[in-house]
Antibody, heavy 125, light 106 residues
Framework: EVQLVQSGAEVKKPGESLRISCKGS????????IVWVRQMPGKGLEWMGTVYPGDSDTRYSPSFQGQVTISTDTSSSTAFLQWNSLKASDSAIYYCARRGQWKVGDYYYYGMDVWGQGTTVTVSS | IQLTQSPSSLSASVGDRVTITCRASQGISSYLAWYQQKPGKAPKLLIY???TLQSGVPSRFSGSGSGADYTLTISSLQPEDFATYYC?????????FGQGTRLEIK
């Protein structure tokens, strides 16, 4: 079974650091982009950034550039999302997802076809 | 690229036909996906390439559109379809989402 399993809920204080994880299984981890998505309480989905495990190519949304770090460990088929100094406004559910790819006609198209269960991060003093 | 979904919320009955629209701030060449999210759950991919149904998704869901304008249609609402729906463009970085459409039971 193809799945992404995320690390458990975290409760942190402002200024603390944090790394959450997303472990892939059932597929070739290095050949699919992994995406991180934020969902603040009661709000919509926000695309944070993405990483290609095969070569560590990483892209960030301007909204999150410099605020988080996305990385992978191919030896354990795990992607990470890291903060160096959390803020209360980082409280949210964070999802990882796999970017699927399909050929339709002459072109490849994409969509996030496998999702982790989400990691709830609470930052409060 | 900004995506604007309409309506933001919608009340409908079981058996109704509903349509949700997603307008991009520029053309996105059908690099559009639709997702369904139920409370407390991760989103689920319904459609990619604007109109291709993801494996396992019921055929009452369909997508259409081109350029900057796209639609998601549910032909006959079922009780399990009441959820929030998001569009996403995958043409340019950052891969933005629409703000969501909440579909509620009338």
């Amino acid at each position: 079974e193809v799945q992404l399993v995320q690390s458990g809920a975290e409760v942190k204080k402002p200024g603390e650091s944090l790394r959450i994880s997303c472990k892939g299984s059932g597929y070739s981890f290095i050949t699919y982009w992994i995406v991180w998505v934020r969902q603040m309480p009661g709000k919509g989905l926000e695309w944070m950034g993405t990483v290609y495990p095969g070569d560590s190519d990483t892209r960030y949304s301007p909204s999150f550039q410099g605020q988080v770090t996305i990385s992978t460990d191919t030896s354990s088929s795990t992607a990470f999302l890291q903060w160096n100094s959390l803020k209360a406004s980082d409280s949210a559910i964070y999802y990882c997802a796999r970017r699927g790819q399909w050929k339709v006609g002459d072109y490849y198209y994409y969509g996030m076809d496998v999702w982790g269960q989400g990691t709830t991060v609470t930052v409060s003093s | 690229i900004q995506l604007t979904q309409s309506p933001s919320s919608l009340s409908a009955s079981v058996g109704d036909r509903v349509t949700i629209t997603c307008r991009a701030s520029q053309g996105i060449s059908s690099y559009l996906a639709w997702y369904q999210q139920k409370p407390g759950k991760a989103p689920k991919l319904l459609i990619y390439a604007a109109s291709t149904l993801q494996s396992g998704v019921p055929s009452r869901f369909s997508g259409s559109g081109s350029g900057a304008d796209y639609t998601l249609t549910i032909s006959s609402l079922q009780p399990e379809d009441f959820a929030t729906y998001y569009c996403q463009q995958l043409n340019r970085f950052p891969r933005t989402f629409g703000q969501g459409t909440r579909l509620e039971i009338k």
